[in-house]
């Protein structure tokens, strides 16, 4: 059966409700309202290298399958880095830019990308995704940090890539001690001793959602992003109205974790939440202590886990540093096509030399597992 294909420049074309129900509406990071924050406050333009050109499918007036989807200017805020591919590609053949993506801006989060109800319809995404691409004589297309269930949508020609992130999993655990309890003896010390220490500077943690976050709450969580990305000397996206927007449109699923000493809130933690997952994002502090980020960002975290019922934490990309804290490597997905099929070719065989690497580094992370038994 045919249908129509197009492309939107803003995700408020949508009507939210139709949007949510292709994906079932628990993955904040797909969320209408999530994307229509980062749009509607300026958080993604084009400036910073984001055009919004959602790709949708319809049928008989219906929408039936879509993709959060961006023309790219740069390689910016993505995750699954490319920077070498673009210069590969500009030195031998031509302009690499603008490439299409299929992604959440900022948001290294695995996740739905192909929002549909059957394999057809998502089969239906990536051959408009290929076509388009080659029609409008760009590059390539991408899609990343997909779910492992959604690879299959895929042929030959779009290039497999994976990479880890280090996940925590909820085994059944009562409290933070039973966690710890699952630990060998050095990581739990570790752990234990590093919350007293913080307790006796004067340190406490409140867990706030987004709707209960005040005014001057969200101008702190901002400013906190805000010194994050400056004291890294790089450009902060979003801006305190995307904050303001997602903890109102998204009460339940956004979440606080804000350091107070002396009742003076100095650092935060921004996450958000699914019925099932735990998303840490952002993080600043005006002022840092030793093991003051490890708590606010991980271990405040698998608490509200525990107490909440939630069975994952992924608290964001890189850092083997987690593993001490009890987060083991989960693999993540991404698919490139290239139009230049020599280029494919050249890449296919890097990408098979890098997927060797990281099975063996995978392998090398796990001889440090914290764990008392294998999980």
């Not at 009507?15 to 980062?38: E, I, S």
């Not at 107070?260 to 650092?267: G, I, S, V, Y």
Request: proline share 5%.
């Amino acid at each position: 059966m045919s249908h129509v294909v197009r492309w939107l420049d803003r995700i408020a074309a949508v009507p939210a409700t139709d949007w949510d129900a292709l994906h079932g509406g628990d993955h904040p990071f797909v969320d209408h309202a999530f994307l229509d924050a980062l749009e509607q406050s300026g958080s993604v333009r084009a400036e910073l290298g984001w055009r919004a050109e959602h790709l949708t499918l319809w049928r008989d007036g219906t929408l039936f399958a879509a993709a959060p989807a961006y023309r790219k200017a740069n390689s910016h805020g993505e995750f699954v880095f490319d920077f070498a591919f673009a210069d590969a590609y500009e030195r031998s053949i031509g302009d690499y830019y603008p490439k299409r993506l299929i992604a959440v801006p900022y948001s290294p989060v695995p996740g739905p990308r192909l929002l549909a109800q059957t394999d057809a319809d998502r089969r239906a995404l990536v051959t408009t995704l290929a076509d388009d691409t080659r029609a409008r004589g760009w590059s390539s297309a991408h899609v990343n940090f997909l779910p492992e269930a959604e690879c299959a949508a895929f042929d030959d020609t779009w290039l497999p890539r994976h990479d880890w992130q280090f996940h925590w999993t909820n085994r059944g655990y009562r409290d933070f001690d039973d966690f710890l309890d699952a630990l060998n003896a050095k990581k739990r010390k570790n752990i234990r001793q590093e919350r007293a220490r913080l307790a006796r500077d004067g340190w406490r943690f409140e867990r706030r959602t987004g709707a209960e976050l005040s005014t001057e709450d969200l101008d702190f969580v901002h400013h906190c992003y805000i010194r994050t990305f400056a004291d890294k000397g790089n450009t902060p996206a979003l801006t305190r109205d995307f904050f303001a927007r997602i903890c109102r449109d998204l009460p339940t699923k956004t979440l606080a974790v804000i350091a107070l000493r002396n009742d003076e809130p100095l650092a935060c933690a921004f996450l958000l939440q699914s019925s099932t997952t735990l998303y840490g994002r952002y993080w600043g502090c005006i002022e840092d202590a030793p093991g003051l980020h490890f708590e606010t960002c991980y271990h405040q975290g698998i608490e509200h886990a525990i107490t909440q019922g939630l069975q994952i934490f992924e608290p964001g990309a890189q850092g083997e540093h987690k593993i001490a804290r009890g987060f083991l490597p989960v693999r993540t997905h991404s698919r490139h096509w290239f139009a230049h099929p020599g280029f494919r070719l050249a890449i296919a065989d890097y990408l098979k030399r890098e997927a060797q690497h990281l099975e063996r580094y995978r392998e090398a992370v796990m001889r440090h597992s914290p764990y008392r038994v294998e999980p």
